[in-house]
């Protein structure tokens, strides 16, 4: 089990955006980052427009002219903009409408979100899942909170497309090895046999690795606790809800992805009978009213990336 610890000068090599909190580390997590940052250098250009919108004062014009020098970039974003599953009224025909519609955060967003999903080598089957399954939780994490008038839509979506990637990050580091660790069980048990067999666990390793992406707080800290919602309402409600909208989106996403046979009833009555719906007080009768559009922005979602591994 990691612990978080409070910053000191010594141990917080994290992000000076950080707050007053820092993760634990060990000497092997220390290799493995080292090692994942050779293997997979955080895309470019995602890193420039995350520095660029964290200052006061960027001008959108050089916003725009980072996207437009990658073709593959503007051209993912605008699918995505324009997608059902985003859920954007209208169409949108350029970055510079993009930007005025999405705002910066929006926009920074997006950068993210392609750029980790380009790390997923979708050739490997167990890759694909994942990265589907990171960009179905973003979705539906997205729709719920729009459909709930939830603020602060951007940071969650963020934490959310991102919060798997850490499985990501070990299966390219161990490979089949992990893969298998994976082929055990269920997600939850995970983090423990990962745990055991690495002495860290995949949300750990990707809170670092954000970190050290410079994606700045709340992200990586949601993304260190998306396993331990008792923990996150120790930092107070901001951490608390966003944690628990991750978990729920998952239970969601895990609905839709692979209890598709299920009676829908019966699946609803788990997820509104679980921690992350308490948290965010959602009942049985507003589930099911939202049930088949969760449904349909899955589907969306799938198809959309899909469409991506074939471009
Ligand atoms: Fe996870
Ligand atoms: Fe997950």
């Known amino acids: 089990m990691f612990e978080l610890q409070p910053v000191s000068p010594k141990n917080n090599e994290l992000d000076n955006s950080y707050s007053s909190l820092a993760f634990q580390t060990n000497a092997r997590l220390d290799v493995d980052l080292a090692r994942l940052g050779e293997l997979r250098p955080f895309p470019e250009t995602a890193q420039r427009l995350i520095a660029m919108t964290g200052s006061e004062d960027y001008k959108v014009a050089d916003l725009r002219q980072v996207i437009e020098n990658d073709a593959i970039l503007t051209a993912r974003t605008l699918e995505i903009v324009n997608s059902a599953a985003y859920g954007m009224r209208g169409r949108c025909s350029s970055i510079t409408l993009a930007i005025r519609l999405l705002g910066s955060n929006g926009v920074r967003d997006l950068a ?25 939780v973003g979705s539906i994490a997205r729709f719920m909170a729009r459909k709930r008038g939830v603020p602060n839509i951007s940071d969650l979506y963020t934490c959310a497309v ?7 990050l070990l299966l390219q580091l161990y490979g089949e090895e992990y893969g298998q660790l994976v082929d055990l069980g269920v997600e939850e048990n995970l983090c423990q046999r990962e745990r055991d067999r690495y002495e860290y666990d995949h949300a750990l390793l990707a809170a670092h690795m954000v970190s050290k992406w410079r994606i700045p707080d709340p992200v990586p800290t ?5 396993h331990d919602l ?18 729920l989106a998952d239970e969601l996403a895990e ?3 692979y209890h598709q046979d299920d009676d829908d009833e019966d699946l609803i009555r788990v997820v509104v ?30 198809y959309l990336w899909a469409q991506f591994d074939s471009q």
């Open 112 to 136: 993210v979100a392609i750029a980790g999903m380009e790390m997923y080598d979708t050739a490997d089957l167990r890759a694909r899942t994942l990265r589907d399954h990171n960009a179905v």
């Open 162 to 168: 991102l919060h798997d990637i850490g499985q990501l």
């Open 222 to 226: 949601v993304i260190a606790l998306h």
């Open 230 to 247: 008792r923990r996150a309402r120790s930092l107070g409600s901001e951490i608390h809800h966003l944690v628990a909208q991750i978990r």
């Open 255 to 257: 609905s839709f992805l």
């Open 273 to 302: 009978g679980g921690d992350a719906a308490k948290v965010l007080a959602l009942g049985e009768e507003e589930l099911t009213g939202l049930w088949y559009d969760i449904q349909a922005v899955t589907i969306q979602t799938k």
